[in-house]
T-cell receptor, first 111, second 117 residues
C-alpha cells in the first residue's frame, strides 16, 4: 500500500472551473510537496509546505497536519493547467530529503 | 535558475546492453537523485548521493548502479538492460537542509524515456 494516496486519479474540467486535488499520507512528515509534470516529462516544484496554506497565482495549497491531508486548488482553470499533479511527502527529519510520491492526478482542462 | 540536464530525452537499447544515463546540475547541489516513473506507480527512488563518491540505495536499486565522481554529475548505469527497465528516468538535485529547516526543494531534469527491446 502506498503511503501517499492521491485522488482523483483523473480529472477533466472546463475552462474556468475550480479544481481540487487531494492528498492523504500515513507517515510522519517534515514537509509536503506539490509538483507539476507537463507532457514530455519535465517536473516543476509548485509548493513545499509544512503547515497552513500557500498561494501562488491561481494555485493554492493547504495542509492539515492533524488529519494528514493536503489539497491543491486551481482557481479559474485554464487549458495550460493540463498536466499531472503529484503530491510528495518528505518523511522524517532526514536532511537529504527523501520523498514518498503519490501516483499523480492527470488533469485535463478543456476550452 | 537552477538547471538540471539529462543526456538524452529518448533512448532505445537492446536487452543485455550496458546503458549510461547522465545527469548534470549547475547549482552546486550536494544531493542528487535518480528516480524511475511508471504508470500507476508514480516516482520511485533508485539511488541517491549526498556527496561526491557517496551513494545510498533507494527503494528499487536492483539492476542499477550509480557513479558520482564530480559534484555536478550523477550517472545511472544499467549493467545489463532488461525489458522491465523500460521506463521514464528522472534525475533531481537539491541542497541539504539548512539549520532548523528540515526540508528543501528538489529540482528535476526533463527526464529520459528509455525503451529496452
Amino acid at each position: 500500500k502506498n503511503e501517499v494516496e492521491q485522488s482523483p486519479q483523473n480529472l477533466t474540467a472546463q475552462e474556468g472551473e475550480f479544481i481540487t486535488i487531494n492528498c492523504s499520507y500515513s507517515v510522519g512528515i517534515s514537509a509536503l510537496h506539490w509538483l507539476q509534470q507537463h507532457p514530455g516529462g519535465g517536473i516543476v516544484s509548485l509548493f513545499m509546505l509544512s503547515s497552513g496554506k500557500k498561494k501562488h497565482g491561481r494555485l493554492i495549497a493547504t495542509i492539515n497536519i492533524q488529519e494528514k491531508h493536503s489539497s491543491l486548488h486551481i482557481t479559474a482553470s485554464h487549458p495550460r493547467d493540463s498536466a499531472v499533479y503529484i503530491c510528495a511527502a518528505q518523511c522524517g527529519t532526514d536532511s537529504w530529503g527523501k520523498l514518498q510520491f503519490g501516483a499523480g492526478t492527470q488533469v485535463v482542462v478543456t476550452p | 535558475d537552477v538547471k538540471v540536464t539529462q543526456s538524452s530525452r529518448y533512448l532505445v537499447k537492446r536487452t543485455g546492453e550496458k546503458v549510461f544515463l547522465e545527469c548534470v546540475q549547475d547549482m552546486d547541489h550536494e544531493n542528487m537523485f535518480w528516480y524511475r516513473q511508471d504508470p500507476g506507480l508514480g516516482l520511485r527512488l533508485i539511488y541517491f548521493s549526498y556527496d561526491v563518491k557517496m551513494k545510498e540505495k533507494g527503494d528499487i536499486p536492483e539492476g542499477y548502479s550509480v557513479s558520482r565522481e564530480k559534484k555536478e554529475r550523477f550517472s545511472l548505469i544499467l549493467e545489463s538492460a532488461s525489458t522491465n527497465q523500460t521506463s521514464m528516468y528522472l534525475c533531481a538535485s537539491s541542497h541539504p537542509a539548512q539549520g532548523d529547516s528540515w526540508w528543501d526543494t528538489q529540482y528535476f531534469g526533463p527526464g529520459t524515456r528509455l525503451t529496452v527491446l
